[in-house]
């Protein structure tokens, strides 16, 4: 099993829905970040946070919330999905310092 | 706000071909990483560098830290086609620990 799982690989949902993108890790890692990724724009901070009861907004927050249920456990959620939020979303894990870990993304498409 | 400014955008070059790209700043960083993005999955840490004038190698990569603290450049000799990806340049954002600003990325492509 990878390290750190992104579920779903691919999600196409209709604007105007809620959804929710989940994030697990088996790394122990205590830190949890969410990016979001956007052809020539590289990776967007959307959220972060360094231990269960740690949730920080990064660059891009606007449109996202997450809930970190476990220190495993990191999920973004989108609450009314618009179609400019069509993206690669990538969860990442660090112990410390920059070190992370990539989950293998999730492609959303919102139409 | 923060920004990493990479170059070229992308490259198309012959196997065999020495590849070189770089990442400027525009504010003072105390270290500098580069990662590779493979097709369809995430990118994956290639290099870390944490002090000014720092030359580190991972087999046939090589990147420096530039002395300015706002640069960084990675080399990689003799490409093979699986050097294909995207290369991130990236470094600590906003001041805290731990979370990291990612340039735009230099997308190689590799002719066999």
């Known amino acids: 099993d990878a390290d750190v799982t992104q579920t779903p690989r691919n999600r196409i949902t209709k604007t105007g829905k809620r959804i929710m993108l989940e994030c697990s890790q088996t790394k122990g890692h205590d830190r949890m970040y969410w990016y979001r990724q956007d052809p020539g724009l590289g990776l967007r901070l959307i959220y972060y946070?360094?231990?269960?009861?740690?949730?920080n907004k990064g660059e891009i927050s606007d449109g996202y919330s997450v809930s970190r249920q476990a220190q495993a456990k990191f999920s973004l959620s989108l609450e009314s999905a618009i179609p400019n939020q069509t993206a690669l979303y990538f969860c990442?894990?660090?112990?410390?310092?920059?070190?992370?870990?990539f989950g293998s993304g999730t492609r959303l498409t919102v139409v | 706000g923060q920004q990493l400014n990479q170059s070229p955008q992308s490259m198309f070059i012959q196997e065999g071909e020495d590849v070189s790209m770089n990442c400027t700043s525009s504010?003072?960083?105390?270290?500098w990483l580069w990662y590779k993005q493979d097709p369809g999955e995430g990118p994956v840490l290639l290099i870390a560098l944490y002090k000014a004038g720092e030359l580190t190698s991972n087999g046939r990569l090589t990147a420096q830290f530039g002395i300015t603290r706002k640069d960084s450049f990675l080399n990689i000799s003799a490409s093979i086609p699986s050097d294909v990806g995207i290369y991130f340049c990236?470094?600590?954002?906003?001041?805290?620990?731990?979370?990291?600003?990612f340039g735009k990325g230099t997308k190689l492509s590799v002719k066999p």
């Open positions: 990236a470094g600590p954002y906003g001041g805290s620990q731990g979370n990291l600003i």
């Open positions: 504010s003072i960083f105390n270290t």
């Open positions: 946070s360094f231990d269960v009861k740690d949730i």
């Open positions: 990442a894990t660090s112990i410390s310092g920059y070190g992370y870990t």
